[in-house]
Protein backbone atom coordinates (compact mmCIF):
# COMPACT_ATOMS: atom_id res chain seq x y z
CA UNK A 1 0.00 0.00 0.00
CA UNK A 2 1.98 2.94 -1.23
CA UNK A 3 0.93 6.25 1.20
CA UNK A 4 1.43 9.31 -1.33
CA UNK A 5 1.67 8.07 -4.59
CA UNK A 6 2.49 10.45 -8.09
CA UNK A 7 1.57 10.06 -11.45
CA UNK A 8 3.63 9.62 -13.65
CA UNK A 9 6.99 8.80 -12.05
CA UNK A 10 8.42 10.11 -15.55
CA UNK A 11 7.40 12.63 -18.14
CA UNK A 12 9.31 14.24 -21.16
CA UNK A 13 7.29 16.45 -23.03
CA UNK A 14 8.21 19.75 -25.63
CA UNK A 15 8.86 23.05 -24.34
CA UNK A 16 5.35 24.83 -25.20
CA UNK A 17 3.53 22.01 -23.59
CA UNK A 18 0.83 21.09 -20.84
CA UNK A 19 0.84 18.93 -18.33
CA UNK A 20 -0.29 17.68 -15.30
CA UNK A 21 0.99 15.53 -12.10
CA UNK A 22 -1.31 13.38 -9.87
CA UNK A 23 -0.48 12.97 -6.78
CA UNK A 24 -3.43 11.19 -4.01
CA UNK A 25 -2.68 9.86 -0.40
CA UNK A 26 -4.01 6.95 1.44
CA UNK A 27 -2.95 8.45 5.46
CA UNK A 28 -6.07 10.59 6.10
CA UNK A 29 -4.01 13.79 6.15
CA UNK A 30 -5.34 16.77 6.17
CA UNK A 31 -2.43 18.98 4.64
CA UNK A 32 -0.96 18.23 1.47
CA UNK A 33 2.26 19.99 -0.61
CA UNK A 34 3.97 20.43 -3.57
CA UNK A 35 8.28 20.94 -3.75
CA UNK A 36 10.19 20.75 -6.66
CA UNK A 37 13.70 19.47 -6.52
CA UNK A 38 16.29 21.46 -9.20
CA UNK A 39 19.24 19.33 -10.29
CA UNK A 40 21.65 20.76 -7.45
CA UNK A 41 18.75 19.01 -5.20
CA UNK A 42 17.34 21.98 -3.31
CA UNK A 43 13.80 21.48 -2.04
CA UNK A 44 11.80 24.00 -2.79
CA UNK A 45 8.06 24.55 -1.52
CA UNK A 46 5.69 25.16 -3.89
CA UNK A 47 2.15 24.84 -2.74
CA UNK A 48 0.43 24.06 -0.17
CA UNK A 49 -2.91 22.72 0.75
CA UNK A 50 -5.27 22.55 4.11
CA UNK A 51 -8.77 20.43 3.71
CA UNK A 52 -8.65 21.72 -0.17
CA UNK A 53 -7.88 25.42 1.00
CA UNK A 54 -5.12 26.44 -0.31
CA UNK A 55 -2.81 27.94 2.23
CA UNK A 56 0.81 28.41 0.61
CA UNK A 57 1.77 30.18 -2.87
CA UNK A 58 5.29 30.43 -3.05
CA UNK A 59 5.80 32.77 -6.05
CA UNK A 60 5.41 30.64 -8.33
CA UNK A 61 4.77 31.29 -11.70
CA UNK A 62 0.89 31.47 -12.63
CA UNK A 63 1.51 29.12 -15.23
CA UNK A 64 1.50 26.08 -12.39
CA UNK A 65 -1.79 25.92 -11.21
CA UNK A 66 -2.65 22.87 -8.28
CA UNK A 67 -5.92 21.94 -7.86
CA UNK A 68 -7.64 19.66 -4.62
CA UNK A 69 -10.89 17.99 -5.56
CA UNK A 70 -10.56 16.68 -1.58
CA UNK A 71 -8.13 16.46 0.55
CA UNK A 72 -7.15 13.42 -0.82
CA UNK A 73 -6.09 14.41 -4.30
CA UNK A 74 -3.79 17.28 -5.04
CA UNK A 75 -2.81 17.72 -8.68
CA UNK A 76 -0.75 19.74 -10.83
CA UNK A 77 -1.07 21.66 -13.65
CA UNK A 78 1.51 23.56 -15.86
CA UNK A 79 0.98 25.08 -18.59
CA UNK A 80 3.68 26.56 -21.44
CA UNK A 81 6.07 24.35 -20.34
CA UNK A 82 9.58 26.11 -20.36
CA UNK A 83 13.60 24.17 -20.02
CA UNK A 84 13.61 25.38 -16.36
CA UNK A 85 10.79 23.70 -15.44
CA UNK A 86 12.38 20.26 -15.93
CA UNK A 87 13.15 18.91 -12.29
CA UNK A 88 11.67 16.27 -9.97
CA UNK A 89 8.36 17.58 -8.73
CA UNK A 90 7.45 15.73 -5.26
CA UNK A 91 4.29 15.48 -3.64
CA UNK A 92 3.78 15.25 0.08
CA UNK A 93 1.28 15.34 3.13
CA UNK A 94 1.10 15.85 6.71
CA UNK A 95 -1.44 15.31 9.48
CA UNK A 96 -1.33 18.82 10.30
CA UNK A 97 0.25 22.09 8.40
CA UNK A 98 3.93 22.33 8.57
CA UNK A 99 3.69 18.77 9.48
CA UNK A 100 3.06 17.46 12.97
CA UNK A 101 6.71 16.84 14.92
CA UNK A 102 7.96 18.29 11.60
CA UNK A 103 7.36 15.08 9.75
CA UNK A 104 6.24 15.33 5.80
CA UNK A 105 5.61 11.64 3.77
CA UNK A 106 6.86 12.29 0.40
CA UNK A 107 5.84 10.44 -2.98
CA UNK A 108 8.21 8.65 -5.13
CA UNK A 109 8.82 11.82 -7.32
CA UNK A 110 7.68 12.44 -11.21
CA UNK A 111 10.47 13.65 -13.18
CA UNK A 112 10.13 16.05 -15.58
CA UNK A 113 12.54 16.75 -18.33
CA UNK A 114 11.73 19.79 -20.91
CA UNK A 115 13.05 19.40 -24.22
CA UNK B 1 12.46 34.40 5.14
CA UNK B 2 14.46 31.33 6.17
CA UNK B 3 18.00 29.92 5.06
CA UNK B 4 19.54 27.25 6.34
CA UNK B 5 23.34 26.45 5.64
CA UNK B 6 24.71 22.85 5.94
CA UNK B 7 28.08 21.21 3.89
CA UNK B 8 27.60 20.13 0.73
CA UNK B 9 29.36 17.12 0.88
CA UNK B 10 30.55 14.73 3.45
CA UNK B 11 33.55 11.14 3.19
CA UNK B 12 33.53 9.12 5.93
CA UNK B 13 34.46 5.56 6.56
CA UNK B 14 32.05 2.22 7.27
CA UNK B 15 31.88 1.75 10.67
CA UNK B 16 32.85 5.58 11.54
CA UNK B 17 30.95 8.13 13.27
CA UNK B 18 29.73 11.50 11.16
CA UNK B 19 28.38 14.56 12.05
CA UNK B 20 26.56 16.80 9.79
CA UNK B 21 26.11 20.42 11.05
CA UNK B 22 22.92 23.00 10.08
CA UNK B 23 22.61 26.48 11.11
CA UNK B 24 19.46 28.24 10.03
CA UNK B 25 18.07 31.79 10.50
CA UNK B 26 14.35 32.47 10.45
CA UNK B 27 11.74 35.04 11.48
CA UNK B 28 10.39 32.43 14.02
CA UNK B 29 10.96 28.55 15.25
CA UNK B 30 8.75 25.99 15.88
CA UNK B 31 11.59 22.76 15.37
CA UNK B 32 14.13 21.18 12.85
CA UNK B 33 13.75 18.37 11.14
CA UNK B 34 16.15 15.82 9.11
CA UNK B 35 15.48 13.99 6.22
CA UNK B 36 17.34 11.25 4.57
CA UNK B 37 17.12 10.83 0.85
CA UNK B 38 18.76 8.08 -1.71
CA UNK B 39 19.51 8.69 -4.98
CA UNK B 40 16.57 8.60 -6.82
CA UNK B 41 14.68 7.94 -4.06
CA UNK B 42 12.26 10.17 -1.82
CA UNK B 43 12.79 12.55 0.90
CA UNK B 44 12.16 10.25 4.19
CA UNK B 45 11.82 11.67 8.13
CA UNK B 46 14.47 11.03 10.65
CA UNK B 47 13.83 12.74 13.75
CA UNK B 48 12.56 16.59 14.93
CA UNK B 49 13.88 18.59 17.38
CA UNK B 50 11.60 20.79 18.92
CA UNK B 51 13.28 21.93 22.33
CA UNK B 52 16.99 22.08 23.20
CA UNK B 53 18.99 18.81 23.67
CA UNK B 54 20.04 15.27 21.94
CA UNK B 55 17.44 12.80 20.15
CA UNK B 56 18.39 9.48 19.71
CA UNK B 57 17.07 7.02 17.13
CA UNK B 58 18.61 4.26 17.50
CA UNK B 59 22.37 4.73 15.13
CA UNK B 60 21.09 8.23 14.55
CA UNK B 61 20.99 11.33 17.07
CA UNK B 62 20.22 15.08 16.57
CA UNK B 63 21.06 18.05 18.27
CA UNK B 64 19.04 20.91 18.65
CA UNK B 65 20.81 24.38 20.29
CA UNK B 66 17.78 26.95 19.85
CA UNK B 67 20.01 29.99 21.03
CA UNK B 68 22.71 29.11 18.58
CA UNK B 69 20.44 28.33 15.65
CA UNK B 70 22.25 25.47 15.18
CA UNK B 71 21.93 21.85 14.88
CA UNK B 72 22.85 18.92 13.62
CA UNK B 73 22.64 15.02 13.41
CA UNK B 74 24.87 12.36 14.25
CA UNK B 75 25.34 8.89 12.55
CA UNK B 76 27.65 6.41 14.29
CA UNK B 77 28.79 2.92 12.94
CA UNK B 78 28.65 4.18 9.66
CA UNK B 79 27.03 1.60 7.14
CA UNK B 80 27.68 2.01 3.21
CA UNK B 81 23.70 1.88 3.18
CA UNK B 82 24.10 5.33 4.89
CA UNK B 83 24.99 7.06 1.73
CA UNK B 84 22.77 9.59 0.82
CA UNK B 85 21.47 13.17 1.07
CA UNK B 86 20.98 14.62 4.08
CA UNK B 87 18.70 17.59 4.65
CA UNK B 88 17.51 19.99 7.39
CA UNK B 89 14.53 22.00 7.51
CA UNK B 90 12.78 24.14 9.57
CA UNK B 91 9.17 24.60 10.31
CA UNK B 92 7.98 28.38 9.65
CA UNK B 93 7.06 31.08 12.50
CA UNK B 94 3.32 30.38 11.45
CA UNK B 95 4.25 26.69 11.51
CA UNK B 96 2.43 25.69 7.91
CA UNK B 97 5.72 24.40 5.79
CA UNK B 98 9.07 23.62 6.08
CA UNK B 99 11.75 24.81 4.57
CA UNK B 100 14.70 22.77 3.55
CA UNK B 101 18.81 23.15 3.42
CA UNK B 102 20.43 22.46 0.78
CA UNK B 103 21.66 19.06 1.61
CA UNK B 104 24.67 17.41 2.39
CA UNK B 105 25.77 14.41 0.12
CA UNK B 106 27.15 11.87 2.50
CA UNK B 107 29.63 8.67 0.92
CA UNK B 108 30.28 5.95 2.91
CA UNK B 109 33.62 4.32 1.70
CA UNK B 110 34.45 1.05 2.50
Known amino acids: DTAVSQTPKYLVTQMGNDKSIKCEQNLGHDTMYWYKQDSKKFLKIMFSYNNKELIINETVPNRFSPKSPDKAHLNLHINSLELGDSAVYFC??????????????FGEGSRLTVL | GQSLEQPSEVTAVEGAIVQINCTYQTSGFYGLSWYQQHDGGAPTFLSY????GLEETGRFSSFLSRSDSYGYLLLQELQMKDSASYFC???????????FGGGTRLMVKP
Open chain 2, 89 to 99: AVRDNAGNMLT
Open chain 2, 49 to 52: NALD
Open chain 1, 92 to 105: ASSTTRGGAHGELF
